[in-house]
C-alpha cells in the first residue's frame, strides 16, 4: 500500500543496506558473487539498479539515522545467508504451514459439489455462484499481491497477480476467481504470474495499481471499461467487480492532506462508481471497507527491521498513538462511506448493476506476523490472501444484516448450494 515515490524510495534503500556501502548515490555489489551472501548481495543490487536514478532525487528525504540502523539490521540478516541458512525454522515453519492450508482448501473446494444447470439469470437479484462469467478488480498493492509470495531476496521485488486474493487465477493459489471457477470453469478476466510491480499484459482485468489511492479509482475505472470490451460477448456476461482501496490514504492520513479526507473519497469512489455503472452491464460490484492499518502495524511493532520499513511506507500508523487514534477514526468514516455508497446504488434499482458492501475483512487481526509478507511485515502474505478470499466469498452469500465482518485466520470453505444467491439484500 505504498505511495508511488515512497515505494522507490524504500526499495532503494533496502538495497543500500543489503550492500551496506554508499558512494554518493551509488550500489557496488561484490566483485564475484562466490558465497551465499555475496550472491545475495550481488542479486539486490542489479535487481535495483533502474532505483538510482530515484535515490538521486528522494536521498535527501531519507532519514540517515533510519537508513544506518536498516543496514544494520541487514547486514545482520545477510550474514545467515553465509551459513546457508537461507530461511529461518521460524519462516520454513510458516511456508510449510502455508502450503499445507492451501492444499486442504484446494481438497476442500474440490469437494463442493457442482451446482445443476439452469437458463442464465435476468436479474442481478438471482445470481449463484455458476453464474458469473468474469472477474475484475480495482484497488492498490493489496490486489496487486505486492510480495505476496516473497520467500527471500533472490526473488527480487515483485508483484504476484496470480495470486491476488480476489482475483489471482494461477493455479496454485485459492483465491476467489478459483472459488467462482470451481463452478464455472470458463469463468475468465484473472490475472496471472510474477512479475515486477506494474500493471502489464498479465494483469488482464486487475486494474489495481501499487501506491495507488482513493483519487486513482476513476482512472482504474476507465481502464476496466477499455479492457472488458476486449472480451468476445462481455455485455451479455456476469461480472463481479472487487473494489478495495484505502490503506495508502490512512497511512498518510494523520498529516491532514486533503485528498485523503472521507469528503474526496467518498468524492473519488462516486466518481468511478458512476463510470461502471454507465459503461459495464451486468455488473455485482464488491465495496471493500478497508481494515485498520494500525493493526498491521501492530502485528510487527518490536522488530527493529519491521519498525524501520514502517516508518517509510506507512507513517501515520508507525507514528505516535495520537497518529494512530487519527487514522483509525478516518478509516471509521471510510467505512460509512462505503455503506452509504452501497445503499445508494442499490436504490437505484437496476437489474444489471448492483453495489455491495462486503465488510468480511474490516475487522480483527491476524494470527501473527508469520500471516504478513517478510519483506515489509506489512502487506499480506500468501495465506492472508487466501484467508481474505474465503472471507469474502461467503459474505457475498450472507444478507446484510449476518454478514460477518470480523476476519479471522483461517477460514473455512464455504460450499453454496444451488439455493444460495449473491446477496444483493
Given at each position: ?15 543500500l ?52 540502523l ?12 553465509e ?13 510449510a ?6 492444499a ?40 496487486a499481491?505486492?510480495?505476496g ?8 521485488i ?5 495470486m ?20 464455472n ?18 494483469s ?5 495499481v ?48 486533503e ?35 494500525s ?20 507513517p ?15 478509516n ?31 475487522h ?10 517478510k ?6 502474505a ?35 448450494t ?8
Amino acid at each position: 500500500m505504498w505511495s508511488t515515490m515512497r515505494l522507490f524510495s524504500v526499495f532503494a534503500v533496502c538495497a543500500l543496506a543489503l550492500v551496506g556501502v554508499v558512494h554518493g548515490a551509488r550500489f557496488e555489489a561484490p566483485s564475484q558473487p562466490n558465497s551465499g551472501s555475496q550472491q545475495v548481495l550481488y542479486r539486490a543490487v542489479q535487481t535495483q539498479n533502474e532505483l538510482i536514478q530515484a535515490l538521486d532525487q528522494g536521498y535527501a528525504n531519507v532519514d540517515r539515522e533510519h537508513l544506518s540502523l536498516l543496514s544494520a539490521v541487514m547486514t545482520s540478516k545477510a550474514e545467515l545467508y553465509e551459513s546457508n541458512a537461507l530461511e529461518s525454522a521460524m519462516q520454513r515453519r510458516i511456508e510449510a504451514e502455508a502450503d499445507e492450508r492451501t492444499a486442504n482448501m484446494t481438497a476442500s473446494l474440490r469437494a463442493c459439489p457442482s451446482l445443476p444447470k439452469r437458463p442464465v439469470p435476468s436479474t442481478i437479484k438471482d445470481l449463484r455462484a455458476d453464474d458469473i462469467e468474469m472477474m475484475m478488480a480495482m484497488g492498490d498493492s493489496i490486489t496487486a499481491a505486492f510480495a505476496g509470495d516473497f520467500r527471500n531476496i533472490l526473488d527480487g521485488i515483485q508483484e504476484y497477480r496470480g495470486m491476488s486474493w480476489s482475483i489471482g487465477s494461477d493455479e496454485e493459489y485459492h483465491t476467489l476467481f478459483s472459488l467462482f471457477q470451481h463452478y464455472n470453469p470458463a469463468v475468465s478476466g484473472g490475472s496471472t504470474g510474477h512479475a515486477a510491480p506494474g500493471r502489464g499484459d498479465d494483469s488482464h482485468l486487475n486494474a489495481a495499481v501499487s501506491g495507488a489511492i482513493a483519487e486513482d479509482m476513476p482512472d482504474q475505472a476507465d481502464y476496466l471499461i477499455s479492457e472488458v470490451q476486449k472480451y468476445t460477448g462481455w455485455d451479455h456476461k456476469w461480472k463481479v467487480l472487487t473494489i478495495l482501496i484505502g490503506g495508502n490514504n490512512l497511512c498518510d492520513a494523520c498529516k491532514g492532506d486533503e485528498r485523503d479526507t472521507p469528503t474526496l473519497y467518498e468524492a473519488n469512489l462516486r466518481a468511478a462508481l458512476d463510470k461502471l455503472e454507465k459503461s459495464i452491464p451486468r455488473l455485482f460490484v464488491n465495496l471493500v471497507p478497508m481494515t485498520n492499518v494500525s493493526l498491521l502495524y501492530d502485528l510487527s511493532h518490536g522488530d527493529l527491521y519491521c519498525d524501520i520499513l514502517h516508518k517509510f511506507e506507512c507513517p501515520c500508523a508507525a507514528g505516535s498513538e495520537k497518529d494512530r487514534e487519527v487514522i483509525d477514526n478516518i478509516n471509521a468514516e471510510y467505512f460509512k462511506i462505503v455503506e452509504k455508497l452501497a445503499e445508494e446504488y442499490q436504490g437505484h434499482g437496476r437489474d444489471d448493476f448492483t453495489v455491495v458492501m462486503q465488510p468480511a475483512i474490516a475487522h480483527g487481526s491476524l494470527p501473527d506476523r508469520g500471516w504478513l509478507t517478510k519483506l515489509d511485515c506489512f502487506h499480506p502474505a500468501r495465506q492472508t490472501h487466501e484467508c481474505m478470499a474465503n472471507a469474502l466469498w461467503k459474505n457475498m452469500f450472507e444478507t446484510k444484516a449476518a454478514k460477518t465482518q470480523t476476519l479471522e485466520c483461517p477460514q473455512e470453505v464455504f460450499c453454496p448450494t444451488e439455493h444460495d444467491r449473491l446477496r444483493v439484500d
